[in-house]
């Protein structure tokens, strides 16, 4: 089968042209021999277009994590419906998620205030290290979503301010 | 056949140097036991002990902090001495006193001495007592914030009870000075109960040199040279050296000589490692003592070519220091590299999840010390250290490569880590020529950061991904049996 793969925030196309030896695989169209052995546990030896790339390789969920030359490379199976559900860290729309899960230490405003960028909105604890979250433009505060000491996990919303006027 | 220094020692803490000490417990025929929260039930520690307990906690690290219940755990195992390793009970002075009362013996230093350098405040008068320099400083008190301005900018606060980074802040004008107080204060009473802190002038450019100490207990000390632990990140080590490639024989006698002069001072019993900062020219200031065996101390076995926890275990059992300093070897050069689950493109930011694959490196003078094993799950409950990779060679430059050629060979896949990031280090031309000093990483980040893939390299991954995604039958073996298909005889 053919296999759309993402890697470093690019979509790739992937197929098998030919499986029996000498092998052939197309990468974006384009033809390359390729050799694999595959060893015991989760490694590879694969030739690729005449050039030997050594390495290890193993599966987790719709992610494949590579290591080549020292780093390791994680490609995503690429998937509409992955990618919109993918929730990381920063500043989405007018709300600050949370990049760790962690716990709320204290709250610096309150529902409605006017902020500075820059000014501090909460202070949060992440594994052990206290950080001052900031707020990232100037506007109202919409809402504070954890309550002091509570804990929240990566990907949820901390602190929202008004949308900006249009 | 001599009788063993003790019939049975229990370790009271988990991970690589749970391992690090079984292995030295089971080379002199020492019972090991071990204790342990029952996330780590599965650990190579609990495997790798002749016995094993599990403690609760209402936490997983409170488990490993709940000194009575481990020091029940000894007695009923009929274990005649504790040996706490590193961080947890490892520095607290009530527990050592614990454990002295309960009748066993604790693998360390007396308590007194653990509480008098565990006080950062105390522990730097004692020193200046005894004519070791230090940096000037101010302790808390009556106007603080005023008196500190008065050492001049750039200066920093840390905690009292601190250490590893915590409760320590770097001001550089006055207008910062209060709000880094007040962080400071709230950190450190968070993780360490007491708010108490104390303002430091702030040395650019400066070095972190340890020495390594052993005392008898009774005003006899040796040192088994320093250590370089200058790469740091978030005040943390990562990378640590011995020799120190950044000092001359002068100051290496000195700093040395200053280490083992505080030692004795203090009466102090077993491994101990006393902690300088040392300026662009060559001066040297008091920092703190370490009550205890260090992560990096395995740098110092390897140019010594001696056993550590051999020694702690010799002193704890009454024996006299093993070797008379002018014995102590320093041979080669080795470094230590810290393979954390943390991501380096990313503010060194923890990670978590399932280590699925895990190949650690068979090179040339090449240890590794790691308690992780396949399959084992990183979480958020415990320091995020997977392995630690020491690599020896004659020369400073030998051990480097070394340790470059070990880094590449290390594969941990599942979980983000830094050890391609330290791969990076190990061929960075200011890291090779020691330009070392405590801002070498905020220096020289964008050197650090991964170049991106090369139109090959990309080709191999992705070809790699594809080959996985269709398993072994993707792509059929190559040789003869590939040619015949899936017919065996």
């Given at each position: 089968?053919?296999?759309?793969?993402?890697?470093?925030?690019?979509?790739?196309?992937?197929?098998?042209?030919?499986?029996?030896?000498?092998?052939?695989?197309?990468?974006?169209?384009?033809?390359?021999?390729?050799?694999?052995?595959?060893?015991?546990?989760?490694?590879?030896?694969?030739?690729?277009?005449?050039?030997?790339?050594?390495?290890?390789?193993?599966?987790?969920?719709?992610?494949?994590?590579?290591?080549?030359?020292?780093?390791?490379?994680?490609?995503?199976?690429?998937?509409?419906?992955m990618s919109a559900a993918r929730g990381t860290g920063g500043v989405s729309g007018d709300s600050m998620t949370a990049p760790m899960p962690g716990t709320m230490l204290s709250i610096k405003v309150s529902d409605g205030q006017s902020v500075r960028e820059g000014d501090v909105l909460v202070?949060?604890?992440?594994?052990?290290?206290?950080?001052?979250?900031?707020?990232?433009?100037?506007?109202?505060?919409?809402?504070?979503?954890?309550?002091?000491?509570?804990?929240?996990?990566?990907?949820?919303?901390?602190?929202?301010?008004?949308?900006?006027?249009? | 056949?001599?009788?063993?220094?003790?019939?049975?020692?229990?370790?009271?803490?988990?991970?690589?140097?749970?391992?690090?000490?079984?292995?030295?417990?089971?080379?002199?025929?020492?019972?090991?036991?071990?204790?342990?929260?029952?996330?780590?039930?599965?650990?190579?520690?609990?495997?790798?002990?002749?016995?094993?307990?599990?403690?609760?906690?209402?936490?997983?690290?409170?488990?490993?902090?709940?000194?009575?219940?481990?020091?029940?755990?000894?007695?009923?195992?009929?274990?005649?001495?504790?040996?706490?390793?590193?961080?947890?009970?490892?520095?607290?002075?009530?527990?050592?006193?614990?454990?002295?009362?309960?009748?066993?013996?604790?693998?360390?230093?007396?308590?007194?001495?653990?509480?008098?350098?565990?006080?950062?405040?105390?522990?730097?008068?004692?020193?200046?007592?005894?004519?070791?320099?230090?940096?000037?400083?101010?302790?808390?008190?009556?106007?603080?914030?005023?008196?500190?301005?008065?050492?001049?900018?750039?200066?920093?606060?840390?905690?009292?009870?601190?250490?590893?980074?915590?409760?320590?802040?770097?001001?550089?004008?006055?207008?910062?000075?209060?709000?880094?107080?007040?962080?400071?204060?709230?950190?450190?009473?968070?993780?360490?109960?007491?708010?108490?802190?104390?303002?430091?002038?702030?040395?650019?450019?400066?070095?972190?040199?340890?020495?390594?100490?052993?005392?008898?207990?009774?005003?006899?000390?040796?040192?088994?040279?320093?250590?370089?632990?200058?790469?740091?990140?978030?005040?943390?080590?990562?990378?640590?050296?011995?020799?120190?490639?950044?000092?001359?024989?002068?100051?290496?006698?000195?700093?040395?000589?200053?280490?083992?002069?505080?030692?004795?001072?203090?009466?102090?019993?077993?491994?101990?490692?006393?902690?300088?900062?040392?300026?662009?020219?060559?001066?040297?200031?008091?920092?703190?003592?370490?009550?205890?065996?260090?992560?990096?101390?395995?740098?110092?076995?390897?140019?010594?070519?001696?056993?550590?926890?051999?020694?702690?275990?010799?002193?704890?059992?009454?024996?006299?220091?093993?070797?008379?300093?002018?014995?102590?070897?320093?041979?080669?050069?080795?470094?230590?590299?810290?393979?954390?689950?943390?991501?380096?493109?990313?503010?060194?930011?923890?990670?978590?999840?399932?280590?699925?694959?895990?190949?650690?490196?068979?090179?040339?003078?090449?240890?590794?010390?790691?308690?992780?094993?396949?399959?084992?799950?990183?979480?958020?409950?415990?320091?995020?250290?997977?392995?630690?990779?020491?690599?020896?060679?004659?020369?400073?430059?030998?051990?480097?490569?070394?340790?470059?050629?070990?880094?590449?060979?290390?594969?941990?896949?599942?979980?983000?880590?830094?050890?391609?990031?330290?791969?990076?280090?190990?061929?960075?031309?200011?890291?090779?020529?020691?330009?070392?000093?405590?801002?070498?990483?905020?220096?020289?980040?964008?050197?650090?950061?991964?170049?991106?893939?090369?139109?090959?390299?990309?080709?191999?991954?992705?070809?790699?991904?594809?080959?996985?995604?269709?398993?072994?039958?993707?792509?059929?073996?190559?040789?003869?049996?590939?040619?015949?298909?899936?017919?065996?005889?």
């Amino acid at each position: 089968m053919a296999w759309k793969l993402s890697l470093d925030g690019n979509i790739h196309e992937l197929a098998f042209t030919k499986r029996t030896y000498p092998q052939e695989v197309m990468i974006d169209g384009r033809r390359m021999p390729v050799t694999s052995y595959m060893t015991t546990g989760h490694g590879f030896l694969a030739d690729v277009d005449g050039q030997v790339g050594p390495g290890k390789a193993v599966r987790d969920g719709n992610r494949i994590h590579v290591h080549h030359a020292g780093e390791v490379w994680t490609v995503e199976i690429d998937d509409p419906l992955m990618s919109a559900a993918r929730g990381t860290g920063g500043v989405s729309g007018d709300s600050m998620t949370a990049p760790m899960p962690g716990t709320m230490l204290s709250i610096k405003v309150s529902d409605g205030q006017s902020v500075r960028e820059g000014d501090v909105l909460v202070v949060i604890e992440s594994m052990k290290l206290e950080t001052t979250v900031k707020a990232w433009r100037a506007g109202a505060v919409a809402e504070i979503h954890i309550a002091e000491g509570a804990t929240f996990d990566r990907g949820d919303a901390l602190v929202s301010l008004e949308p900006e006027a249009a | 056949m001599s009788a063993p220094l003790f019939e049975k020692v229990l370790i009271a803490n988990r991970g690589e140097i749970a391992c690090r000490i079984i292995r030295t417990l089971r080379t002199f025929g020492i019972g090991s036991a071990v204790v342990f929260h029952h996330l780590d039930a599965a650990s190579p520690a609990v495997r790798q002990a002749d016995e094993s307990v599990e403690i609760t906690g209402e936490t997983p690290v409170g488990a490993y902090l709940d000194g009575a219940q481990i020091i029940e755990a000894a007695k009923a195992l009929g274990a005649g001495a504790i040996h706490p390793g590193y961080g947890f009970l490892s520095e607290n002075a009530d527990f050592a006193r614990a454990v002295a009362d309960a009748g066993l013996t604790f693998i360390g230093p007396s308590a007194d001495v653990i509480a008098l350098m565990g006080d950062k405040v105390a522990a730097r008068r004692f020193a200046a007592e005894h004519g070791v320099p230090l940096s000037p400083s101010v302790d808390e008190g009556e106007d603080f914030a005023a008196r500190a301005a008065e050492i001049g900018f750039p200066l920093v606060i840390k905690a009292a009870a601190g250490g590893g980074g915590r409760g320590m802040r770097i001001v550089r004008e006055a207008g910062e000075l209060d709000a880094a107080i007040e962080t400071a204060k709230s950190e450190a009473t968070r993780a360490f109960g007491s708010g108490v802190v104390y303002a430091e002038r702030w040395i650019d450019r400066p070095r972190h040199i340890e020495v390594q100490v052993f005392g008898d207990g009774a005003g006899g000390a040796i040192h088994l040279w320093e250590r370089e632990c200058s790469i740091q990140r978030r005040f943390q080590k990562v990378i640590e050296e011995a020799p120190s490639p950044t000092i001359t024989d002068a100051q290496r006698e000195a700093i040395c000589a200053t280490a083992v002069s505080l030692t004795k001072a203090a009466n102090y019993a077993n491994a101990g490692t006393v902690e300088f900062v040392m300026a662009p020219d060559g001066d040297f200031y008091f920092l703190e003592m370490n009550t205890r065996l260090q992560v990096e101390h395995p740098v110092t076995e390897e140019v010594t070519g001696l056993d550590l926890v051999e020694w702690q275990l010799r002193i704890a059992a009454g024996e006299p220091i093993p070797l008379a300093q002018e014995a102590v070897p320093l041979n080669g050069h080795a470094i230590e590299a810290r393979i954390y689950a943390e991501n380096p493109d990313n503010n060194f930011m923890p990670a978590t999840g399932r280590l699925l694959h895990m190949t650690l490196p068979a090179a040339w003078r090449c240890r590794v010390d790691t308690g992780f094993a396949e399959g084992q799950a990183v979480t958020a409950s415990f320091d995020p250290m997977l392995a630690k990779i020491i690599a020896s060679g004659d020369t400073r430059f030998e051990a480097v490569l070394n340790l470059e050629g070990a880094l590449n060979e290390t594969v941990l896949l599942g979980v983000t880590t830094n050890t391609g990031w330290l791969g990076r280090l190990m061929r960075h031309p200011a890291f090779r020529e020691a330009e070392l000093d405590t801002a070498f990483l905020d220096r020289h980040a964008d050197d650090l950061t991964r170049a991106p893939l090369s139109e090959h390299g990309r080709n191999v991954v992705l070809a790699a991904a594809a080959v996985t995604l269709e398993g072994r039958h993707g792509l059929a073996a190559p040789g003869p049996w590939g040619r015949i298909g899936p017919w065996r005889n």
